[in-house]
């Protein structure tokens, strides 16, 4: 997962606006919300911060 720190600082969960942690996955990655716990996939190195995307929390 190649995202640059800036991009990282600015983004936020769609859902509950908390900071999100990119986390490697075999899939290539995803970005974790501190918050609310839901999981957003990263597609070739484009985070897709769409809730209806999103794994919820296990």
Do not use: F
């Not at 640059?4 to 936020?12: G, M, T």
């Not at 900071?19 to 070739?44: F, I, M, N, S």
């Not at 484009?46 to 209806?52: A, G, M, Q, R, T």
């Amino acid at each position: 997962m190649n995202l640059s720190d800036d991009l990282l600082a600015v983004i936020v969960c769609p859902d509950c606006h908390g900071d999100l942690v990119g986390v490697e996955t075999p899939e290539g990655g995803e970005l974790v919300c501190q918050g609310c716990g839901l999981a957003y996939p990263v597609r070739d190195d484009i985070p897709v911060l769409l809730v209806d995307e999103a794994r919820k929390p296990g």
